[in-house]
């Protein structure tokens, strides 16, 4: 009978005394949820047609030998069939213990790894911290949340686009180096440059999100919880470690989830920042990206055994992530 | 925060004061101010050189933006004397920048619309009701959050092209809707979460159905949220670069973040047009974007950290 808002009444599902019988129970099930399965119906159906068939299709395309010569084209008028055949999961051999597999797939990864480990671990930091800072009282504290918003209100096209002008040769970072004679790297064709200038411009463009959703996080943290822990002769740190770290945790791990995910995934700032220059610097999309649309033949079959790889790599550590926090007794809403 | 470790007498009359009076005794509170003093002068300089730095790469993209020629981004001393907004007025007439304007509206809107009306009443069905599969429907919503781009690309270009929609608008839009869509309905989520059980609870004893309450009483309510779903999805449909640079093909067709890479060859390497564009992007997008950044936050985190 009640439909909605079972949740505003705990958790429980069903009614607390005698359990009716499995027909009815399935009645009631139905009568109850109904209106859930219809309201979902749109998101299912549109994740199954856009999502999921491709999904399976990509799959599938992962098990061939697709690329550009022999999928299915239409040249002209003419309409040639696809010729690729069926070859297993030969793609995954190959990239995974395949011959080179290390030039190709695991340096990528390793590299990939340590950008997103270094990324998003910058990115808590310095959000932290910023965050801490402008949870104070503190004259214009409103200002300074504005004016550090600013990466994130801009498009990273457009932000990608003005680094790579200010990380060029004659570009204003190295000018300025330059002047207080400090060595001057070539950001953008150095390897272990490129590498830094990549973390550098993802940093900037992610600590702001970081920033604000711990801010938020701070903010509903109970004051009373701090002048407790005051009187009780608690200094800064253990303040910090005490009641801060745990009041923040919920957000926490939202937020780092996210930001593991996106940067795991994130595609525009390597991409617009090197393009096809700087094979060492890509991380396992734009690489992915490379074999399929960057090259000639493109490599459809192992573009996808790519991208299922990737999205095996976040699941997999998604699970995980969510069973430690689970352990910890923390939630995640999901 | 600087401190110093409080000595036991300060601590105990704090603590008497505390019990007594229900007010910090005037020595801590002076302690705090000679801290906070110190700490101020701290923060501000941090946050000055964090602001200074959050804030020039984009100063400096729309002070180059003002050279009127193409090298003047080598020497930008020489802009100073001979800023003008000749650049600008050059971009809005004689390239394809409202060609590219054009497309980009299309296909963000269209997502955006798209997107906010079929995830609306999921939102709400995650936010009011626990059925059976709830915890999985979360999980695919969340699991389509990590679709590298490699991973649709293929096969949605093999299908797009299947269906003819390579280089159209709608094939795009139908691209991004994969990812719009599930977002949407996790934002609104949190959204929803926010807004009291006992208005449904009212509108469930007045007879509605929860159809009716969801489209009399929570709607309308919801306005903010949808918003900033609205919102979301425009401005990552405006950004996407891989999908766009792939499946569009002709140059009056680009989007921005298309258009704004092909500037180079199509025009002759003429560096300052590409910053007036890049500019010209960004404003307007970075001043809608300060209209709703607080509420944008709220949803996102909320759809995650609530049960």
Same mark, same amino acid.
């Given at each position: 009978m009640t439909v909605a808002i079972d949740r505003a009444t705990g958790k429980?599902? %069903?009614? @607390?005394g005698g359990r009716p019988g499995p027909l009815a129970r399935l009645k009631n099930s139905y009568q109850r949820n109904w209106y859930a399965y219809a309201m979902i119906a749109p998101v299912v159906v549109v994740l199954g047609v856009l999502v999921l068939y491709p999904l399976v299709r990509g799959f599938y395309l992962t098990l061939t030998n697709a690329n550009s010569l022999n999928s299915a084209r239409t040249i002209g008028v003419n309409h040639i069939e696809a010729t690729y055949e069926f070859i297993g999961f030969d793609n995954y051999a190959d990239i995974l213990w395949g011959p080179t597999s290390y030039d190709r797939f695991w340096s990528h990864f390793v590299w990939t790894i340590v950008w997103t480990a270094l990324c998003v671990t910058l990115h808590y930091v310095i959000g932290l911290g910023l965050a801490l800072l402008l949870n104070q009282k503190l004259r214009g504290r409103t200002f300074y949340r504005l004016i550090l918003i600013l990466p994130w209100a801009v498009p990273t096209f457009v932000t990608v686009f003005g680094w790579r002008f200010m990380l060029a040769d004659g570009g204003v970072i190295n000018s300025v180096l330059e002047t207080l004679h400090l060595p001057a790297p070539l950001w953008l064709e150095d390897t272990f440059w490129q590498r830094f200038a990549a973390i550098m411009v993802n940093t900037w463009c992610g600590v702001p999100f970081m920033m604000v959703s711990l801010l938020g996080g701070l903010q509903s943290i109970d004051t009373s919880l701090y002048e407790a822990a005051e009187m009780d002769g608690a200094n800064a740190w253990q303040r910090f470690r005490y009641v801060t770290l745990p009041g923040l945790r919920s957000v926490s791990s939202t937020v780092v989830l996210l930001g593991v995910i996106w940067t795991f995934n994130q595609f525009a700032v390597i991409f617009l920042l090197f393009g096809d220059t700087a094979p060492d610097a890509q991380i396992l999309v734009t690489w992915a990206y490379h074999l399929g649309? %960057?090259?000639? @033949?493109?490599?459809f079959a192992q573009s996808a055994a790519y991208g299922i790889l990737l999205l095996a790599i976040l699941i997999v550590f998604t699970s995980f992530y969510r069973r430690w926090l689970n352990r910890d007794e923390q939630q995640l809403a999901i | 925060m600087s401190t110093t470790t409080p000595t036991t007498p300060d601590r105990t009359t704090a603590r008497a004061d505390r019990t007594t009076t229900g007010t910090p005794a005037p020595r801590t509170s002076r302690g705090r101010a000679e801290r906070s003093l110190a700490g101020s002068l701290v923060s501000h300089g941090i946050l000055i050189v964090a602001s200074l730095a959050a804030l020039f790469p984009i100063a400096w993209l729309v002070f180059l933006s003002?050279?009127?020629?193409?090298?003047?981004y080598l020497h930008p001393g020489r802009i100073l004397d001979k800023m003008t907004f000749d650049n600008y007025a050059f971009v809005l007439q004689h390239t394809s920048f409202l060609d590219w304007l054009k497309s980009t509206l299309i296909v963000s809107l269209g997502t955006t619309v798209i997107g906010v009306l079929i995830a609306a009443t999921t939102g709400y069905a995650v936010s009011r009701m626990r059925f059976p599969g709830y915890r999985k429907f979360m999980w695919v919503l969340l699991v389509t959050?990590?679709?590298?781009?490699a991973v649709l690309m293929v096969p949605m270009y093999e299908i797009l092209s299947e269906l003819q929609l390579i280089d159209s608008y709608l094939g795009l839009v139908l691209v991004y809707c994969s990812t719009a869509v599930p977002y949407c309905a996790w934002l609104l989520k949190g959204y929803f979460d926010t807004i009291p059980f006992e208005i449904d609870e009212a509108g469930r004893v007045d007879g509605l159905s929860p159809f009716g309450t969801f489209a009399r009483l929570i709607l309308p309510l919801a306005k903010p949220g949808l918003a900033v779903a609205a919102f979301y999805s425009f401005i990552t449909a405006f950004g996407e670069v891989a999908f766009a640079s792939t499946f569009m093909l002709s140059d009056t067709k680009y989007t921005f973040a298309v258009g704004l890479q092909s500037f180079v060859s199509e025009h002759d390497a003429q560096q300052n047009l590409m910053f007036a564009t890049a500019v010209l992007v960004a404003i307007p997008v970075a001043g809608f974007f300060y209209l709703v950044q607080k509420n944008l936050v709220a949803g996102l985190t909320a759809g995650g950290t609530k049960g």
């Open positions: 429980r599902r %069903g009614e @607390p649309f %960057g090259q000639q @033949p493109r490599d | 003002l050279g009127p020629d193409k090298d003047d959050q990590m679709f590298p781009v």
